[in-house]
């Protein structure tokens, strides 16, 4: 083990402070940051996947957008005169999405685990992101 995962959690903000203990700055592209700025710079995807195994690609995608459509969101949209349920509807993001990673073709088959066959583990990381 050489800390691979360890200098990414550092990166993203996301080490655990008990173990903690750099020195010097942290910089991308040359760019010094404040520690304080790292989850908005970066973003640590862990090793394993939390899915639920039944669910299809599209369906997993849904539950995720429905999940990030949080109470600060709803407020800001009606705040702008969104119409929440037909964007609920729509989802115009999911199609981007579904179409930007690849999984058009899998949309309808499941996300799988060891038990139920479904996608990729490529396709699976992607649904993950």
């Known amino acids: 083990s050489s800390g691979k995962s360890s200098l990414l959690k550092y990166a993203c903000g ?3 402070p008990s173990l903690d203990k750099s020195e010097g700055k942290l910089r991308f592209n040359g760019v010094e940051v404040e520690q304080n ?11 394993t ?20 459509l949080s109470n600060f969101m709803k407020m800001q949209a009606q705040t702008a005169g969104v119409d929440l349920e ?6 115009p993001k999911l ?15 499941i996300v ?6 479904g996608v990729s583990g490529g ?5 993950t992101s």
């Open 49 to 68: 996947d939390e899915h639920t195994p039944v669910l299809t690609v599209e369906d997993t995608m849904k539950f995720s957008h429905d999940c990030q």
């Open 37 to 47: 700025q790292l989850p908005r710079i970066a973003l640590y995807i862990p090793q």
């Open 95 to 109: 199609e981007m999405f579904l179409h930007l990673y690849g999984l058009k073709n899998c949309k309808d088959t």
């Open 14 to 16: 996301r080490l655990d």
């Open 112 to 117: 799988g685990d060891g038990v139920h066959r």
């Open 86 to 91: 037909r964007l609920k509807s729509t989802r």
């Open 123 to 127: 396709e699976k990381k992607r649904v």
